[in-house]
């Protein structure tokens, strides 16, 4: 996701263009999805999260300071959204209850989605989520993340290894 | 394995619900207050001023197209023709081949980099598909062929590596395959590189040339098939040898086992088991055994290159490939982490 061009749909969004908004969430509503998904582990819970995060960016466009980072203005609204849910629905699921939820969801239970919560933990499927769909370079996500450079460069090459595992033993 | 970053996206995308009515209505803060635009100080003036500035507007277009027809005869043009050199393609999928092109941008010859391209350049017929056409379409037919032959497969994330010593056929030739990849619904990446002519002679194996002409007549004068090139000056021994390591003469055991349990017939096959006793020979059944070798492979890859993809957009293929850059740093690194094959002209 080039980060000029979420910037430049947010200032076209903040001048009143909803044409630019509707493009906007066709090319970013997989990431915001996938982020919150981190969080919330449930498929109706994240839909209905990145709905009202979208909402939210509406209301608050003209909060956004053109030529500053779109990309993490999208996602902070995202999780602040989410921390919020979490706190005020005790919803906190942990991961080795996601069998139960498993039949809420329309994932495969041999794609990508189920198989990245079925191996990787909170911090790995966000990591991957950062860089595979929103972009972000190791070092970025080390400082969203607070951590070395290193650590999520081996954290994501790992993170991915299990992944590519999986779905190949999956597969056969 | 599908490429999983691709079926994570089309997992989502197929999944994901349209945006919610009660988004989509909600307006935005500045169509709320009845502002649309931000205030704009010509906008103001130009509401008071119209006719002033029809005016003026008139007066420049004016005194720019008086200038205009002046000019030519003022400064007459002199328009530079570039030079126009003859040049080389390197065709990297598994098979390879090198392109040697005109200074029209023609392809005069293709030649085999390996014993798989031999299987594509084997026919004549398929030779005249690429020779006497622009770069950007004979290697565009030759990348056809080796993903009807299999070599490359269109249903799962791959490279090329186009290699040229000149930028714009290198370019035109790199945006044809795109387009075909885009066309055909591959996620297949091009790697491109522009390479002196010392990188491009080591590249490829062929002996140095001084310049472009020189590498090009080189080129033209090769046999355009790599086993029979690999033939010259050996001996029957040599050639019978040879011929053992090209053909792969379990596997045809095999296929003709299938075949006599299916009752066909078999005897052009087991001729091509036979060791060849001269050069003559060897010439003969290694022709034979191309040919056969691509009805084989024309049949067995006929499905999976027939399969239907969607045409991808040029946006995303353009996300697809800044996506490889990330994960590996340049397409160069995707191509090195593929593949480090080397393959020699002799």
């Avoid at chain 1, 999805?33 to 909402?55: P, R, V």
């Avoid at chain 1, 990309?71 to 921390?83: E, F, S, V």
């Avoid at chain 1, 595979?132 to 951590?147: F, P, T």
């Amino acid at each position: 996701m080039d980060r000029l061009e979420i910037d430049k749909l947010l200032k076209k969004t903040a001048q009143g263009d909803n044409v630019a908004f509707e493009e906007l969430y066709k090319r970013t509503n997989k990431g915001v999805f996938a982020f919150l998904y981190t969080y919330l582990h449930n498929y109706a819970d994240a839909e209905d999260a990145m709905q009202t995060t979208y909402l939210k960016i509406k209301r608050s466009i003209s909060a956004y300071r053109v030529g500053t980072n779109g990309r993490a203005w999208i996602l902070q609204i995202a999780k602040n959204h989410a921390l919020n849910e979490i706190a005020k629905n005790k919803r906190l699921v942990p991961l080795d209850a996601v069998g139960e939820i498993a039949c809420e969801t329309p994932f495969e239970e041999t794609g990508v989605m189920r198989t990245l919560e079925r191996v990787l933990n909170e911090e790995e499927q966000r990591i991957v989520c950062l860089h595979v769909l929103w972009g972000y370079k190791h070092r970025e996500i080390a400082e969203i993340v607070n951590s070395p450079t290193g650590t999520v460069t081996s954290k994501y090459k790992r993170a991915v290894e299990k992944l590519k595992r999986a779905l190949k033993e999956e597969e056969k | 394995m599908r490429f999983w970053k691709k079926r994570w996206l089309d997992e989502l995308e197929n999944t994901l619900p349209p945006m919610r009515q009660e988004v989509h209505d909600e307006p935005l803060p500045c169509e709320k207050n009845g502002v649309i635009k931000k205030s704009n100080a010509f906008r103001d003036w130009f509401a008071t001023h119209k006719k002033r500035f029809f005016a003026g507007v008139a007066t420049c277009v004016a005194a720019v197209v008086g200038v205009c027809a002046a000019l030519p005869f003022l400064f007459p043009p002199t328009v530079e023709e570039p030079v126009k050199t003859p040049s080389a393609l390197y065709l990297e999928i598994n098979p390879s081949a090198v392109f040697s092109v005109d200074e029209n941008g023609t392809i005069v010859a293709v030649v085999a980099g390996n014993a798989d391209a031999d299987v594509i350049l084997s026919d004549q017929t398929r030779v005249e598909e690429i020779v006497g056409k622009t770069a950007e379409t004979g290697v565009c037919v030759f990348v056809d062929y080796a993903a009807r032959l299999g070599y490359l497969d269109l249903n799962t994330p791959s490279a090329v590596r186009l290699s040229g010593i000149a930028e714009n056929e290198l370019k035109a030739a790199v945006s044809g395959i795109e387009v075909y990849f885009r066309e055909k619904g591959a996620y297949a990446v091009v790697v491109n590189e522009t390479l002196s002519l010392a990188e491009f002679c080591s590249r490829t194996g062929i002996a140095c040339a001084s310049d472009a002409q020189s590498l090009v007549e080189s080129v033209n004068a090769l046999n355009r098939m790599y086993s029979k090139r690999q033939a010259e000056g050996k001996t029957d021994e040599e050639v019978q040898s040879l011929y053992g390591e090209l053909v792969a003469l379990e596997q045809l055991e095999e296929i003709i086992k299938i075949m006599e349990w299916l009752g066909m017939d078999t005897t052009a096959l087991k001729a091509l088991i036979e060791l060849p006793q001269t050069l003559a020979e060897y010439t003969e059944k290694i022709d034979a055994y191309f040919m056969q070798t691509y009805q084989r492979l024309l049949e067995k890859y006929e499905e999976g290159y027939g399969q239907v993809r969607d045409e991808i957009a040029e946006t995303d293929y353009e996300a697809y490939i800044e996506s490889i850059e990330r994960e590996y740093g340049s397409l160069s690194e995707y191509w090195n982490s593929l593949t480090n094959s080397q393959y020699s002209f002799k």
